[in-house]
Structure formats: structure tokens, C-alpha cells
């Protein structure tokens, strides 16, 4: 019964996971490769040969700069055949699907490491860190994402468990830290590489504080996970890309640090990891202002503080010399940061009727939490999900196309051709929602010598173009098309929305929230709706004296239909 308060608290972490996956049920270009590999594997399974129809691979069609894995995306497939099986198609409900397996796998590994930091340091920083960790934003959002980062995260947050200090030191905690340099590597080798400086950071603190030592057993550890991790990869990879011998991360190796390349998707000065994305991870400024220092300060928590912090921010500042920087690339090291602050945190506490200090403190520290907690799940959880127009509009045109016929448009036959532009594709549309509406073709050519040609548009029924707050507006695959056919009409049919910022409302300004009653609508009905709007006016009355933040939108995408006989 001691320990219940953790071990039930911790449902908190699939509990908002899913939350997120479900209101926000799309995926953005940078998650297309292993949605896609999802779909097809599960569609197709892996390529058998040179001679297969190579059309039903997203992958052939649209490479990438760089070949990435595709183990992660055949291990979603197979737990999520089951369910394929008693679907007529491969439809959208897969595609949550797999991510709620990822997005659960995630919470498990913090679920895990939440009860190490309690076996290690007691009840109280185990609570304190499922609390600090539920109420940042990112990495929960980002769980079930099927980023190559994400599929690693949850291997490296297990090895980050086994490097917790046990309550009583013995022979097993060199076998421990042999586990958890077995699963750095792994996760390095298949889905990240430059998980190999987190391993060299942590081998590095852990013989320098004698937790293990150079020995044989050590070093097999991290050659069994290298050997097991290149051989899946190779074999399996290969094969899905029809190359052999092929692994994936020493191609990405080669391409973003030995060539340089990455920096053509922007560079980030060094110090860019410590004063714009950690602090963005973390969310809650205490945690690096407060919490953190009183850790540090302390003689009791210094040693297992600095266990955390030294490997973690010696891993972002090596790799702060790489140029091309997203937060995502040190995401591995949050969990040992908040861990580090839910230590301070706990100090403080359990102290809190001891000193001032210590009571304003924790009240501090617990407030802003509460603060943090509500920012994600009311502004920046419905902002995130109106980042994904693309398929917003591709799952309405289908609605609108099967379920409102009406004169002079086009029947609802299964002949129907799609243009999808280059924002739509990037915001959200997979061969997942494709496949919603059998025996309808897509075309996504960026080819613009192609898409000048009147025979290139003229077999579309509707094409996907951008959208601005201008009515008049048109973009250049509009500009194309009216060219190409200029005795055609075209009509809007839909406009979508995106997110395009957040409003500061001053008081006395009506917050009408939009954008997050429609989230909430979905999730939870009217009474989510209601209990949102009471929320929101006494946070805003009380706590925030009538100032409030709301999701801003604007025209993103339009959907134009070619009018009937025209």
C-alpha cells in the first residue's frame, strides 16, 4: 500500500499519451517514412524481390535523402495485423492503432523508470517525477510518433532504469550497467546514431565512478548489442529496400556528420540545445531554476544528481557541435532530467514545515506544474492538432464526395483522381487515409515541368492546393492549372484551417476557443466542452486576472472541383 500512490499514478503516462494520439490522430512529413512502411508492410509485407510492383512501396517512390530503418515500422505491422484481419481494408483505425502501441511501449518505459527512481530514491521523488513528466508537453505528445527518435526512446529510458543506483550496492549493478549499454547500443545502431555519444558518455562517467570496469564482460555487452543490432538491421533492411548489404544508420552517419548534408535543413548556433530546446522540453521553468539547484546544492542528493545529470548534458553538449539542431535529436535526455529535478523537488517537500523557504518552495514548485500541466492539455495540445490540414481536408473531400451528392457535381463513383499539393502532403495525408476511399488515385508529382502540361491536370476531379486569408488567393499549382485548362471552371468546395499562431487576450477580450472546444467535442462530448469552458473562466478570473491564450487559425488549405461537363 506504500508505494500505491506511484504505481497507480503512473497510468497518468498512457493515460495522456493516448489522449494525444487520439486528438491528434495524423502524422506530418517528417513521420511519413515509418507511417507508410507501416501501411505497406502490413498491405504487402516486405519486398520479396527486384521484380515486385514497386508502386505499392511508399519508399521507392519517395526515398528520402537518406535510407532509414524499417524495423520499427514492421514490428507496428505485425502487432497490428490482428486487427488488420478483421478490417476489410488497411483503413485509419490501423493507423491509430500502431501508434498507440509505440505511444504505450513509451509510457511503459516511463512507468518502468518512474518505479526505478522509487526503489532507488523513495516514494516522494517518484511522484514528484511522474508529476514533473506528465505535465510537459512534448515528449508526451511525441510518444506515439513514429519518428526514428521515438522508436529509440523507449530503449534508451529502460537502459536509463538500469543505471539507477539500487538501494543497497552489490555485484549486480555492474551487470545492470552492462544491460543498459546492451540497449544504448541497440537503440543507436538500428534507429539513431548518435546514440553512439550517449553510449560513449555514459560507459565514460560509469568507469570513471568505478560502477564498472574494463573488463571483458563490459566490453562484450556493447559488442553482443552491436552485433545483434547490425545483423537485424541488415537482413531486415536490406531486404525492404532491395539493397544488400544495407545499414540504414551508418548511411545517415555518413550523409548528415562525415558530408555535412543536414545542415541543408538549417543550422542552429551551438549553445541552441541549452537556451531554446531543453528549456522547451522541460516546460516548467523551475525545473531548471529551482528544483535542479536545490538538488545540486544539497550533500544528500549531490552524488545521485550528478549520476544524472553529468552523462546526459555531456551527450547535448557534444552534440551541440553538430550544426543542424532539432530537440528531438536529445530527447533521450529528459527523463534523467526531470529526474534530477524531482530529487530537488522531493528535498523540498518532505522539509516543506521545516523552513520558508522550503514551503514557498514546493507550494512553487506544485503550483507552476499545475500551470504547466494546463498549458499543455488546453493551449498547446488543441494548437498542435490543427497543425494537420492536409488530412483535415482529404478525410472532409471524401465525406463531402460520398455523403452530399447533389446536382451537377460528380457522381459518387469510385473513379475519382486527386491532386494532393506539396502542403497537403507535408500536413498530415498517408496512404492511410488514402485507402479510406477504395479505387480513388492520388498523384503527388513536384515535378514542375510536368504539372505545366494541360494533359497533366486535365484527369483530376479535385486537387488539394494551399489557401491564405486573401479569397483571391492562388498558389502556383493553381496558377498551373488555370493555365494549362484555361477553358475549364473549378470550384472551392472546402476550405480547412490551420494553426497559425496563438492570440493573447487581454482582459476584457471574449475568449471563444474555438479550435480547443472542437478538440474537447471530439474527445469527450458536450460535457469535456462545459467543463473546459467553466475551467478556463476561473483560471482566467482567478489565477491570470482576465488575460487568456487561444489557438489562432487561418485559411490553409482549399479543395477545388472540376465542375461537371466543363
Known amino acids: 500500500m506504500r508505494h500505491a500512490a506511484s504505481t497507480v499514478l503512473a497510468l497518468l503516462f498512457p493515460a495522456l499519451i493516448l489522449l494525444h494520439l487520439l486528438a491528434a490522430p495524423y502524422t506530418k512529413v517528417e513521420e511519413s517514412f515509418h507511417i507508410q512502411a507501416v501501411r505497406d508492410i502490413l498491405a504487402h509485407g516486405l519486398p520479396r524481390s527486384l521484380e515486385l510492383q514497386r508502386a505499392s512501396y511508399d519508399h521507392f517512390a519517395f526515398p528520402g535523402a537518406v535510407p532509414r530503418t524499417a524495423i520499427g515500422a514492421a514490428v507496428l505491422a505485425k502487432l497490428s495485423q490482428p486487427v488488420a484481419w478483421l478490417n476489410e481494408g488497411i483503413n485509419g483505425q490501423i493507423l491509430v492503432l500502431a501508434r498507440a502501441i509505440l505511444g504505450l511501449f513509451n509510457a511503459f518505459a516511463?512507468?518502468?523508470?518512474?518505479?526505478?527512481?522509487?526503489?532507488?530514491?523513495?516514494?516522494?521523488?517518484?511522484?514528484?517525477?511522474?508529476?514533473?513528466?506528465?505535465?510537459?508537453?512534448?515528449?508526451?505528445?511525441?510518444?506515439?510518433?513514429?519518428?526514428?527518435?521515438?522508436?529509440?526512446?523507449?530503449?534508451?529510458?529502460?537502459?536509463?532504469?538500469?543505471?539507477?543506483?539500487?538501494?543497497?550496492?552489490?555485484?549486480?549493478?555492474?551487470?545492470?550497467?552492462?544491460?543498459?549499454?546492451?540497449?544504448?547500443?541497440v537503440a543507436g545502431v538500428i534507429f539513431r546514431s548518435e546514440l553512439a555519444l550517449l553510449v560513449a558518455t555514459q560507459t565514460i562517467f560509469l568507469l570513471a565512478t568505478r560502477r564498472i570496469r574494463l573488463s571483458p564482460d563490459a566490453v562484450s555487452a556493447g559488442l553482443l548489442g552491436l552485433g545483434t543490432a547490425v545483423l537485424a538491421t541488415v537482413v531486415i533492411d536490406s531486404q525492404f529496400w532491395q539493397r544488400f548489404p544495407l545499414w540504414p544508420e551508418l548511411e545517415a552517419f555518413r550523409f548528415n556528420v562525415v558530408s555535412g548534408q543536414s545542415s541543408a535543413w538549417g543550422t542552429e548556433p551551438w549553445f541552441f540545445y541549452f537556451v531554446n530546446a531543453l528549456p522547451r522540453l522541460l516546460l516548467n521553468p523551475l525545473i531548471y531554476l529551482l528544483a535542479i539547484p536545490v538538488a545540486l546544492r544539497q550533500p544528500a542528493t549531490r552524488q545521485?544528481?550528478?549520476?544524472?545529470?553529468?552523462?546526459?548534458?555531456?551527450?547535448?553538449?557534444?552534440?551541440?557541435?553538430?550544426?543542424?539542431k532539432e530537440w528531438r535529436f536529445i530527447v533521450y535526455g529528459v527523463p534523467p532530467l526531470t529526474a534530477a529535478a524531482a530529487l530537488g523537488a522531493a528535498y523540498l517537500w518532505t522539509r516543506r514545515a521545516r523552513s520558508l523557504f522550503a514551503r514557498s518552495a514546493s507550494h512553487l514548485l506544485a503550483i507552476s506544474t499545475l500551470a504547466a500541466f494546463l498549458l499543455s492539455n488546453l493551449v498547446l495540445l488543441p494548437a498542435s492538432a490543427a497543425n494537420y490540414p492536409g488530412a483535415q481536408a482529404l478525410f472532409a473531400l471524401q465525406n463531402h464526395h460520398f455523403h452530399s451528392p447533389s446536382p451537377n457535381i460528380l457522381p459518387p463513383s469510385t473513379n475519382v483522381s486527386v491532386y494532393l499539393g506539396n502542403l497537403a502532403c507535408q500536413t498530415g495525408i498517408t496512404r492511410f487515409l488514402q485507402d479510406q476511399a477504395p479505387g480513388w488515385t492520388y498523384d503527388k508529382t513536384e515535378d514542375e515541368h510536368v504539372?505545366?502540361?494541360?494533359?497533366?491536370?486535365?484527369?483530376?476531379?479535385?486537387?488539394?492546393?494551399?489557401?491564405?486569408?486573401?479569397?483571391?488567393?492562388?498558389?502556383?499549382?493553381?496558377?498551373?492549372?488555370?493555365?494549362?485548362?484555361?477553358?475549364?471552371?473549378?470550384?472551392?468546395?472546402?476550405?480547412?484551417?490551420?494553426?497559425?499562431?496563438?492570440?493573447?487576450?487581454?482582459?476584457?477580450?471574449?475568449?471563444?476557443?474555438?479550435?480547443?472546444?472542437?478538440?474537447?467535442?471530439m474527445l469527450g462530448g458536450g460535457r469535456a466542452v462545459e467543463t473546459f469552458d467553466a475551467v478556463r473562466e476561473y483560471v482566467r478570473e482567478v489565477l491570470l486576472r482576465g488575460w487568456w491564450v487561444e489557438v489562432r487559425m487561418r485559411p490553409k488549405i482549399k479543395v477545388l472541383r472540376r465542375v461537371k461537363g466543363i
Open 451 to 521: 504539372k505545366s502540361s494541360p494533359a497533366f491536370w486535365d484527369r483530376f476531379d479535385y486537387v488539394l492546393v494551399e489557401a491564405a486569408l486573401d479569397p483571391n488567393y492562388r498558389d502556383n499549382d493553381e496558377v498551373r492549372l488555370r493555365h494549362a485548362l484555361p477553358g475549364s471552371e473549378w470550384e472551392t468546395v472546402l476550405v480547412v484551417d490551420g494553426f497559425a499562431g496563438l492570440s493573447v487576450l487581454r482582459p476584457g477580450s471574449p475568449a471563444t476557443g474555438v479550435v480547443e472546444r472542437k478538440v474537447l467535442q
Open 110 to 185: 516511463l512507468a518502468v523508470y518512474a518505479h526505478g527512481l522509487r526503489r532507488s530514491f523513495g516514494q516522494p521523488v517518484a511522484v514528484w517525477y511522474i508529476l514533473l513528466q506528465g505535465s510537459q508537453f512534448h515528449l508526451l505528445y511525441y510518444a506515439s510518433r513514429p519518428l526514428s527518435n521515438m522508436f529509440a526512446f523507449g530503449l534508451t529510458t529502460l537502459s536509463m532504469r538500469y543505471l539507477l543506483p539500487e538501494p543497497i550496492p552489490s555485484a549486480r549493478d555492474r551487470s545492470r550497467a552492462r544491460r543498459a549499454l546492451f540497449l544504448l547500443t
Open 304 to 324: 545521485p544528481v550528478a549520476s544524472l545529470l553529468v552523462p546526459s548534458l555531456s551527450f547535448v553538449a557534444l552534440y551541440s557541435f553538430q550544426p543542424h
